[in-house]
């Protein structure tokens, strides 16, 4: 079941992904990036095309030790710059099951998914030719977390505890004190 499947590969350079398709043909892959352009979102299915970029946060977080990072994103925001140009045309198309939570255009995602191809694909009446991953699962990224995570969705919990514990299954949000205590839990409960 994909639900288990944790084996993904961070992907060190967006290169890559163009220079040796046969090598990440079917596999696994982990990536960030931004929701440049929405080609269709039907209820079902939904094809977009991804921007390669770490968010503002997330960039200055890789770069720097964590307890010097919001430092330099207070003091030196001008540094991100230079590495939005250097990451003009890094473009992929995902494709994937559209869950409780629609893209919008500018989003910051994570993305898991499955590296199926370099293929083609109409842009404006411009045909392009670009990396093509289908999702297994997308994290939207607000400024400093995650939220709405279409992997653990309603639909996906249930269905995993189904296969697990059987049809005699309820799946409902946690109750704080009786269910899980901590900071920033939002999971399903079974």
């Known amino acids: 079941m994909s639900y288990f499947d944790n084996d993904y590969l961070d992907v060190p350079s967006y ?5 040796y398709p046969k090598v990440y043909a079917g596999t696994n892959i982990h990536l ?3 929701v440049a352009k929405i080609i269709s979102e039907d209820g079902k299915r939904y094809e977009i095309v991804l921007w390669v970029i770490q968010s503002f946060t997330e960039y200055f977080a890789n770069k720097y030790p964590l307890d010097e990072a919001g430092y330099y994103m207070m003091n030196f925001p001008e540094e991100y ?7 003009q045309g890094a473009y992929i198309t995902v494709t994937g099951d559209l869950g409780d939570t629609w893209f919008v255009e500018g989003d910051h995602i994570e993305l898991f998914g499955r590296y199926i191809e370099m293929s083609s694909t109409q842009i404006d009446g411009i045909s392009y030719t670009m990396p093509h991953i289908e999702a297994n ?4 990224w607000t400024d400093y977390q ?3 995570s279409e992997r653990f969705d309603v639909k996906t919990v ?3 505890a189904e296969a697990v514990f059987g049809s005699d299954v309820e799946v409902r949000e946690p109750v704080y004190g009786q269910d899980m205590e901590g900071y920033g839990v939002s999971s399903q409960m079974v």
């Open 15 to 19: 290169e890559f992904l163009q220079r």
């Open 137 to 140: 699962s997308v994290y939207f």
């Open 146 to 148: 995650y939220s709405d």
């Open 32 to 34: 960030d990036g931004e």
């Open 81 to 87: 710059e230079p590495y939005l140009a250097q990451m």
């Open 158 to 160: 249930t269905k995993v």
